[in-house]
Every structure is written in structure tokens, then in C-alpha cells.
């Protein structure tokens, strides 16, 4: 398989791969680069903050898995990016972390009070 043979804007080679039984890599062949913007265009356009419904900060595990299971719903029935998806799911997984060195600091010290 060989590489693409048009050149960029650089003046340098393009370095992808071309197409089996094409000179062009894909982003290169014509037609092609514009429908892959129309599709990103068009994902990108369904993420609406408004539409989305609105948290006060979780406080705890079941606030967490209430924000968690809804971004599970929006994102299947396209109301959300899911990048955006992704991005909440990372940070409910951190904030699980946080809450439970939370809880565990707040046991520790309550035991530690009794003790002495």
C-alpha cells in the first residue's frame, strides 16, 4: 500500500495511506473532506445545553447516578453529543472517587474522636 501522493498545503507529501486502487488518502480524494465536515457539522449541531435538564451539584452516590443514568438517556436518544456524554461520565467518576475519600476521612475521624 502506498501513500497519498498530493501535497499540503506546506508544500510537503501528504503522509496517510492512500486508498486501495486510489493515488489519494481519503481526506484527499474529492468530495470526500466536505461530506466528513457535513457529518461532524451535523453531530455537533444536536447538542443543545438548553434542552438539557438541569442538576444542582451531586452530593452524594444517588445524586451522581441520577446524573449519570439521565446522560445515558440523552445521549442514546441524541440530545447530547457524545463527547459531551463522555466528558460528564469521566468527571461522575472522579466525584464518585472524591466522595468516597470523603466518606472514608469522615469515619476515620469520628472513630479516632471516640477513641480519644
Known sequence: MSNCTVKTTS???CKARAIT???CCFMHTPG???K????GGRRRAIFNP???QQFSPPKNPSALLDV???TIVDVRQGRMDPKAGNTIAVLAG????LT???TLEERVGALERKKG
Open 11 to 13: 508544500g510537503e507529501r
Open 21 to 23: 486502487g486510489s493515488k
Open 32 to 34: 470526500n473532506a466536505q
Open 36 to 39: 466528513a465536515g457535513m457529518v
Open 50 to 52: 438548553d434542552q438539557l
Open 68 to 70: 449519570v443514568a439521565t
Open 94 to 97: 472522579v466525584c464518585h472517587q
Open 100 to 102: 468516597r475519600s470523603a
